[in-house]
């Protein structure tokens, strides 16, 4: 079972597009990260939420994190080709520093 | 400098081979990471390195091998791989003690494909 469901697994659109993948969970977290892996790079942090509620935008990105913090949306405004690119959410277990990724999604946005 | 360097980029090897895999930060963090990836998943954890010693070992074959000499090396050496071993093989690195808003830094990864 995962811990991190993200949907959809996959999404192809076309440029001016807009979309929105989700992270849900059962279990309560107490902080949740969006990353975003590009064709044959690392992924690279895009946000951390914290706070139940919480929204943080990131130029046309705009995320949020469920009142019960069990849950996180990515909402893409306008989608561009750069856009395109695995997004994974993430989170940290406990004192480990264990980092345990969602599903992840897979996004291609055509020009 | 605020990269995490990995080499080799890609990596062909034989079932019979032994290879290494490098990772490099100078970031100061004191912990460092080892992922796999298979094409269009998400990474996996496989070892977690704190203060150079051996923290996490995600029940990983024993034909993968890690080794931290010291606090901006990270090492994952490889023997008698199976083609299923296959994959994008991610290091990372982030402080020891993570402030929540606090992210993981990671290499561009080794591409390795095992015949």
């Known amino acids: 079972t995962q811990l991190l469901e993200q949907s959809p697994q996959f999404l192809s659109i076309q440029e001016g597009e807009n979309l929105t993948v989700y992270c849900n969970s059962s279990?309560?977290?107490?902080?949740l990260q969006w990353y975003r892996q590009e064709p044959g790079e690392g992924p690279v942090l895009l946000v951390t939420v914290v706070t139940g509620g919480e929204v943080k935008k990131l130029k046309r990105l705009t995320f949020q994190f469920g009142d019960a913090r069990k849950d996180s949306s990515l909402h893409i405004t306008a989608a561009q080709p750069g856009d395109t690119g695995l997004y994974l959410c993430?989170?940290?277990?406990?004192?480990?520093?264990?980092?345990?990724f969602g599903t992840g999604t897979l996004l291609a946005v055509q020009p | 400098d605020t990269e995490v360097t990995q080499t080799p980029k890609h990596l062909v090897m034989g079932m019979t081979n032994k290879k290494s895999l490098k990772c490099e930060q100078h970031?100061?963090?004191?912990?460092m990471y080892w992922y796999k990836q298979k094409a269009k998943k998400p990474p996996e954890l496989m070892f977690v390195?704190?203060?150079?010693?051996?923290?996490i070992n995600e029940s990983v074959p024993s034909r993968f091998s890690p080794e931290c000499p010291n606090s901006s090396l990270l090492n994952l050496h490889l023997h008698a791989l199976q083609p299923e071993d296959s994959a994008l093989y991610l290091c990372?690195?982030?402080?020891?003690?993570?402030?929540?808003?606090?992210?993981?830094?990671f290499g561009s990864g080794t591409r390795l494909t095992v015949v």
């Open positions: 993430a989170l940290k277990r406990g004192a480990t520093n264990k980092l345990i």
């Open positions: 990372a690195s982030s402080h020891l003690f993570v402030g929540e808003g606090a992210g993981y830094t």
């Open positions: 390195y704190s203060y150079e010693k051996l923290s």
């Open positions: 970031m100061g963090h004191r912990a």
């Open positions: 279990s309560v977290f107490s902080s």
